[in-house]
């Protein structure tokens, strides 16, 4: 009797796991490894790496800005204290990640701009729930020269990334100003596993996935009702099972 009981016991474990798996497939979730990194897209003649030209309003190119110059920091980075960021870019960072991960947090409520790209990529019923936050990164100008001509309105600078997401995945950017997050209007999903995104400052950026409305799980406690209804069957059938063997002896 206790094989049996013991069998029944590994097979709601797994059971549990199983759904536990399931339902955590469309609830909301950062992942920073790996994190987007930039990638380069020239050298000059000495060999130095390029990965963005600042360009102003009218496409002149300003200046050339090298890998040195920009510094991609993923939450990780933040979290440890070894990011190079200031102490209140580095505490944005952490404490953006924080809000967006709280328990019980609803991105439609959080932040209700998002709602917006919900619904121009899935239709009118959609919300920011169907968005899944594939990565938080913060983005800082290093360069002196760099600072300076984003400082100017009409100037920007467009940066490419590794995909951090499936190619036919990916819905959009958005950066952080002044607490409320805004889409990047030119971000261009390239065909070789990269992402193009042009940039008039640098923050906290959001890169964003989603999924149609009908997949929403709207109770993120459904797999908790499933795995107590197994439960309950696996135990009637182990009583059931003792009673019966009890019987035949």
Not at 6 to 13: E, P
Not at 84 to 100: C, F, I, P, R
Not at 185 to 190: A, M, P
Request: hydrophobic share 45%; proline share 3%.
């Amino acid at each position: 009797m206790k094989k049996i009981l013991a069998i029944f016991a590994v097979i709601a474990l797994l059971s549990s796991i199983a759904i536990g798996v399931s339902a955590a497939e469309f609830v909301p979730s950062l992942s920073y490894v790996p994190y987007p990194g930039l990638v380069v897209i020239d050298e000059d003649s000495e060999g130095n790496k390029i990965v963005g030209y600042v360009t102003d309003s009218s496409g002149n190119v300003l200046s050339t800005e090298y890998h040195g110059c920009i510094l991609i920091t993923p939450v990780l980075d933040a979290q440890k204290g070894i990011s190079g960021l200031s102490d209140a870019a580095e505490k944005l960072l952490v404490d953006t990640y924080e809000s967006l991960t709280a328990e019980n947090v609803k991105l439609s409520e959080l932040h209700p701009e998002l709602n917006d790209i919900a619904k121009k990529a899935f239709g009118e019923n959609a919300t920011a729930e169907n968005l899944v936050i594939r990565e938080l990164i913060d983005i800082t100008a290093v360069c002196e020269d760099l600072i300076k001509y984003l400082e100017q309105d009409g100037n920007t600078i467009t940066l490419t990334f590794k995909m951090v997401a499936p190619q036919e995945d990916f819905l959009t950017v958005m950066t952080l100003n002044d607490g409320k997050w805004e889409e990047v209007e030119e971000v261009k999903n390239n065909t070789n596993g990269t992402l193009s995104v042009k940039f008039d400052r640098f923050c906290p950026v959001l890169f964003l996935t989603g999924f149609p409305a009908e997949d929403v799980v709207t109770d993120h406690n459904i797999g908790l009702y499933w795995l107590i209804a197994l439960c309950a069957i696996i135990l009637l059938l182990a009583v059931a099972v003792y009673f019966l063997l009890r019987r035949k002896h």
